[in-house]
């Protein structure tokens, strides 16, 4: 079984500072782990994922993720806020042979101010 | 592509109607997976298919809930009949088949705000 804790519900930063998200995992299995955006009224976009490559991960908008399996950890991380960052990002954690089993985080509302 | 398409965006109704939601996934994708987010239990996995066919509706809260998907590139949600607790926000995604594009990634369709009155 897998599952996924994401540390902190609210995040509040200036605009043009760093940004860390955080994010712990348990998993039975090598875990595929993701990030996902969620706009206001809007789907959730894939920001970026790990699945046993390379442990820093890039994805869009600047947005990055380090896989620490020591930690159990995959935080998110962005240098410089922007305010259209402002959003809901989910953790997931995908650890079943089938990769079916998605656990969703309970999410952060990242705020940007200005 | 167009990405995965659900309809309608907004649902009103009141207690005790039927609602149908609609998803189209990508095409191409094999898995298709409803879920359902509420403020109070976040993103909940409601079911998903593989090949067309139900794999897992372990998620779906209750016999008034059911989901089918006839072909590759249709599926919907109904409820019947609605509660005023059924109100929350409905995803759909799609995935494509692992073997051959090598990938979980799910992609998420811009969800049916249902409100039940």
């Known amino acids: 079984a897998q599952s996924v804790t994401q540390l902190d519900s609210h995040v509040s930063v200036s605009e043009g500072t760093p940004v860390l998200l955080r994010c712990n995992y348990s998993?039975?299995?090598?875990?595929?782990l993701f990030w996902y955006v969620q706009h206001p009224n809007k789907g959730l976009q894939l920001l970026l994922k790990y699945t046993s490559a390379a442990t820093l991960v890039k994805g869009i908008n600047g947005f990055e993720a380090e896989f620490k399996k020591s930690e159990t950890s995959f935080h998110l991380t962005k240098p410089s806020a922007h305010m259209s960052d402002a959003a809901e990002y989910f953790c997931?954690?995908?650890?079943?042979?089938?990769?079916?089993?998605?656990?969703f985080g309970a999410g952060t509302r990242l705020t940007v101010k200005p | 592509d167009a990405g995965v398409i659900q309809s309608p965006r907004h649902e009103v109704t009141e207690m005790g109607q039927e609602v149908t939601l609609r998803c189209k996934p990508i095409s191409g994708h094999n898995s298709l997976f409803w879920y359902r987010q509420t403020m109070m239990r976040g993103l909940e996995l409601l079911i998903y298919f593989n090949n067309n066919v139900p794999i897992d509706d372990s998620g779906m809260p209750e016999d008034r809930f059911s989901a089918k998907m006839p072909n590759a590139s249709f599926s919907t949600l109904k409820i019947q009949p609605s509660e005023p607790r059924d109100s929350a926000v409905y995803f759909c995604a799609s995935r494509a088949r692992r073997g051959a594009f090598n990938t979980d990634t799910q992609y998420f369709g811009p969800g049916t705000r249902l409100t039940v009155l």
């Open positions: 997931v954690v995908s650890g079943s042979l089938n990769n079916n089993d998605m656990r």
């Open positions: 998993s039975s299995y090598s875990p595929s």
